[in-house]
């Protein structure tokens, strides 16, 4: 079964080429026909805290951004408003960096930063069709007491900015968020967008956060993704497939994610990789993300 699966992720894989935030989105094409219509594409992180699972983000953004119409970014985890971050990228005011020194430790990074950079470069060549992030609902808020209250808030966010403004939206999050799961964000999502709402698993091997992080353990979904040996990839887990390979992907499994603070051992269960996720990005090693003052 192992070697079947592998088969198959090396058929249908497409490989990315660079890891350089900026370069040219020759390797970003096949977004085209893995987005299609959809309206809200969730980039869901095993962890916040890499170079390359950022770099991977930021680049299916400008994809998005660039090529299908999409013009909010929603980056989980802090309110860019707050810190300012929504009026600098809309009208140029202020100091980027010293607007992130404020935000939550995993937004502290380099690679949040050139994401910043760019929706500012984006605005100024296009002062009438800018992108932008997305804002919170107006009006007093209840503080979320249960991880049950949390999804559910953090969904109708979601669906409040995409009423009030009709934009097509990235959100990019963790993946225990955006795994379409009953009672996550993405479950949320999907009962409402339906295919609309396209979830993509962001996941690696090994490498460092900055501690060590080794290849996780043989009954984990990434194994076969790594054993394709390619080192950075796009797979449409949508795609036809043979019946091994729908075994694998409608299995219970497990998938890790890692927090700021979470045990490096900590990771999704109770689901099918198939169910979490409609399109995987996975990466054989990763390092850590450039931390910025603050």
């Known amino acids: 079964m192992t070697d079947t699966v592998t088969e198959w992720i090396k058929r249908h894989a497409h490989p990315l080429s660079t890891q350089d935030a900026w370069a040219p989105l020759d390797d970003q094409s096949p977004w085209g026909d893995i ?44 309110d860019p408003e707050r810190l300012g971050l929504d009026e600098y990228v809309r009208t140029g ?45 107006e009006g007093a808020r209840l503080e979320p007491t249960t991880r049950r ?15 009030h403004t009709g934009d097509k939206i990235v959100y990019w999050g963790g993946i225990a968020h955006t795994a379409v799961a009953p ?7 999907r009962e409402r967008f339906g295919s609309g709402y396209l979830s993509v698993g962001l996941t690696f091997e090994d490498g460092a956060l900055p501690w060590p992080i080794t290849a996780p353990p043989a009954d984990f979904a990434e194994t076969p993704l790594s054993a394709t040996d390619l080192d950075t990839f796009l797979l449409d887990l949508r795609v036809a497939r043979p019946e ?16 700021p603070t979470q045990d490096p051992l900590e990771h999704l269960s109770d689901g099918a990789f198939g169910d979490w996720f409609d399109v995987v990005g996975h990466h054989r090693h990763v390092t850590p993300a450039h931390l910025i003052a603050g």
Do not use: Y
């Open 183 to 189: 009672g996550s964000l993405g479950g949320h999502l």
């Open 244 to 259: 091994a390979v729908r075994a694998w992907l409608e299995a219970p499994t497990k998938t890790r994610m890692i927090g």
């Open 93 to 137: 005011d202020g100091d980027p960096l010293a607007m992130l020194a404020e935000a939550r430790p995993f937004l502290r990074t380099g690679e949040i930063l050139d994401v910043v950079t760019w929706m500012r470069e984006h605005n100024e060549r296009h002062p009438h069709d800018q992108v932008r992030f997305a804002r919170l609902p």
């Open 35 to 78: 987005v299609g219509d959809a309206p809200l594409v969730a980039l869901g992180c095993s962890t916040r805290q890499t170079h390359e699972l950022s770099t991977t983000a930021h680049r299916a953004l400008r994809f998005l951004v660039e090529e299908k119409g999409f013009r909010t970014l929603a980056l989980e985890g802090d």
């Open 149 to 163: 209250e949390l999804e559910r808030q953090l969904a109708d966010d979601v669906l409040w900015w995409h009423e």
